[in-house]
């Protein structure tokens, strides 16, 4: 099969709440929708999930498009291919932009399971017959972070995700002691620690059931330091780029859980690979979010079926992010969990009419 044409879409849609994280806050959400079609007229539909500015990685929304647009689209257009992770192979060519090539590679493989006619969580092996739901709350003060913990429980979320920095951390850690003894929770620091580590041993007697990337984005070795000093277990994120650094942290110790993102990754052919590594060395791994629109959220359901993902991600409702998402149906947690979509590919069509109205850029490449 082959792609013979690209579409792009560049979307931008206000929060319904700012998400607050110790590097900056988030009101509106750019990114890119991608439509690819094949020579029959199938379309697989993907997402750039990089954000405006490069506060998370060094990918913004800029970046993604010209990479789309001027290397990686005319790389794949018109190649032949049987398998998505050969299109993922001849992508490895271009250095970096994880979340540019994501975007591809999340259609491609939407496009090579809607030409099988089956449900993408059941092509890439998913047993899960539903997603745990947990849900990251990007608070500013502690009242709000109590508010919004409520109201996560109220709709059924078993696990919550909290925001932390020095000086911002035991009095939101304590608060929700206090209030939830018994809820799971974990505390993201988005590297807030690097020089300020002693103070994360006064978080260790919380009973949190992780601490996300505490120190630099991209260390391996002071994270796995740190987690022979701490008992609550380390995950990483931003540290994790592909497969080739998940192993690493493996090899050097650096974390007991993974926080897996499709984007952040360079796919889900990479997803899949740094799933099955984590689930050979017994290290935990859950689907992460991106404050992302409806088709990497319809990915990550995809994702999230594999045997691996055995605690909560941050796979949330779209409804708690958009007055109305770009997708048909969008992404529903009841009862703690989401049901995987039952149609080919990831299940969703495009929502068009909001397109339209929230789309800010369109590119056709053939
Ligand atoms: O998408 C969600 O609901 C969770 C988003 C989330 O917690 C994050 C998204 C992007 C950067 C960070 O702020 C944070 C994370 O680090 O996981
Ligand atoms: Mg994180």
């Given at each position: 099969?082959?792609?013979v ?28 929708i991608?439509?690819a079609?094949?020579?029959?007229g ?25 990479l789309?647009k ?19 192979k001849?992508?490895?060519e271009i ?5 540019a090539k994501a ?8 496009l ?15 047993t899960r ?6 849900i990251?709350?990007?608070?500013s ?20 995700k ?6 911002r ?14 809820l799971?929770?974990?505390?993201d ?15 260790d ?6 601490i996300?990337q ?12 740190l ?15 592909s ?13 007991r859980v ?8 360079g796919?889900?052919t ?5 799933h ?14 991106m ?5 990497s959220?319809?990915h ?5 079926t ?6 909560p ?13 770009i997708?048909?149906p ?9 049901t995987p ?5 990831i ?20």
């Amino acid at each position: 099969m082959r792609i013979v044409r690209i579409e792009l879409h560049v979307i931008e849609m206000a929060l319904k709440t700012p998400f607050v994280t110790s590097l900056g806050t988030v009101r509106n959400r750019s990114g890119i929708i991608i439509e690819a079609t094949d020579e029959n007229g199938v379309t697989g539909y993907g997402e750039a999930v990089a954000f405006s500015t490069p506060w998370y990685t060094e990918e913004t929304t800029q970046t993604c498009f010209h990479l789309l647009k001027d290397i990686l689209a005319p790389l794949v257009i018109n190649h032949q291919f049987t398998r998505p992770e050969e299109l993922h192979k001849r992508m490895a060519e271009i250095r970096k932009n994880p979340m540019a090539k994501a975007a591809i590679d999340m259609a491609v493989w939407d496009l090579y399971a809607k030409t099988l006619n089956k449900p993408l969580h059941l092509v890439i092996g998913g047993t899960r017959k539903t997603v745990l739901a947990g849900i990251s709350i990007g608070a500013s003060t502690v009242e709000q972070l109590l508010e919004q913990t409520n109201a996560a429980l109220k709709d059924g979320y078993s696990r919550i995700k909290i925001k932390i920095a020095p000086g911002r951390d035991l009095d939101r850690i304590r608060a929700i002691r206090e209030a939830f003894p018994e809820l799971s929770v974990l505390a993201d620091a988005n590297s807030a620690y690097i020089d300020h580590e002693k103070e994360l041993s006064a978080l260790d007697d919380y009973g949190l059931q992780m601490i996300e990337q505490p120190l630099s984005q991209d260390d391996f070795i002071d994270h796995a330091g740190l987690q022979k000093r701490l008992k609550t277990p380390i995950c990483l994120d931003e540290s994790i780029t592909s497969f080739h650094s998940a192993k690493t942290a493996v090899e050097l110790k650096s974390c007991r859980v993974i926080n897996l993102k499709i984007g952040r990754v360079g796919g889900l052919t990479e997803a899949i690979k740094i799933h099955d590594l984590c689930l050979e060395h017994g290290i935990q791994v859950w689907c992460g979010g991106m404050l992302e629109f409806g088709i990497s959220r319809a990915h990550n359901v995809a994702l999230a079926t594999l045997e691996g993902f055995t605690i909560p991600g941050d796979i949330s409702s779209s409804e708690r992010y958009w007055e109305e998402d770009i997708t048909l149906p969008d992404v529903k947690v009841k009862d703690g969990v989401i049901t995987p979509f039952k149609g080919p590919g990831i299940g969703v069509s495009l929502n068009r009419k909001r397109l339209e109205q929230v789309r800010k850029h369109y590119e056709l490449l053939e």
